[in-house]
């Protein structure tokens, strides 16, 4: 939901996910494999302009993009909190939810020339405590800091295609007191487009992969489904 805050741009955003997720590796060098199927955490996310794209409508939003022409910048702040409502069970190791909150600033710049677009946003993600981890232990994880780069190409107003790099790098464990000494260090890659349905609902399709850069980590490929909804 788009709206205005102090004469600047602002928006309100909900994601809800469904998962049906595999995994498969080696366990104490056995191979192993276990599957889990079922709702997400819940994100909710403000976000707001602190430079350019300006609150406007009518005759006032046509003089702005006359003014700025093809070429355009905006810089923008966000915050986002993962609420602990996925699903999860202390029994298991793995989960699709994470028992906790995440809190996550963010921090972008958006360049835009023509029909292309470049990205660039900075975040940390600050986790609460997991009083119910695995078998009933108490896990801690450090922040994780995170930066992320896209490249957009928009053929009309919904319609786009886009690419990008990711490189996250923090998380260290703490388990009962002990830290673990698995710090991570991720790289990521996707792709993704944009499809309209109407002015106010479009479907998003996407791959993202994750690839380790330490000894402590997972390699991730995931294939996504989205459907949004603008008012």
């Known amino acids: 939901h788009s709206f ?6 602002a928006r309100i955003d909900l994601v809800q996910g469904y998962a049906d997720a595999r995994w498969r590796g080696l366990l104490d060098g056995a191979p192993a494999s276990a599957r889990r199927a079922g709702w997400m955490d819940t994100t909710v996310r403000f976000a707001m302009s602190l430079y350019g ?11 702005y993009r006359v003014s700025v022409g093809q070429s355009e910048t905006v810089v923008g702040a966000g915050l986002a909190v993962t609420l ?19 809190i996550r600033p963010q921090l972008g710049v958006v ?10 946003t900075g975040s940390a993600w600050i986790f609460t405590d997991n009083d119910s981890f695995w078998n009933g232990n108490k896990l801690e ?19 786009w295609i886009g690419g990008g790099l990711a490189y996250g790098y923090g998380m260290e464990s703490t388990v009962n007191g002990v830290e673990k ?7 990521l890659f996707g792709a993704s487009v ?29 294939f996504v ?3 949004s909804f603008l008012w």
């Open 181 to 187: 000494d698995d710090t991570r260090g991720n790289l």
């Open 4 to 9: 205005e805050v102090f004469g600047k741009s």
């Open 225 to 227: 489904a989205a459907v």
């Open 141 to 159: 994880n450090d922040p994780l800091y995170t930066l992320q780069g896209h490249l957009v190409y928009t053929f009309r107003p919904g319609l």
């Open 84 to 102: 602990p409502t996925g699903y999860y069970r202390k029994s298991l190791l793995l989960n699709l939810g994470t028992n906790r909150f995440t």
């Open 194 to 222: 944009g499809i309209p349905i109407n002015r106010h609902v479009g479907f998003k399709l996407g791959y993202v992969g994750m690839r380790t850069q330490e000894s402590t980590g997972a390699d991730l490929d995931s």
């Open 111 to 120: 360049h835009t020339r023509g029909k292309w677009s470049g990205e660039l």
């Open 53 to 63: 794209a300006p609150p406007l409508k009518g005759k006032e939003f046509v003089d």
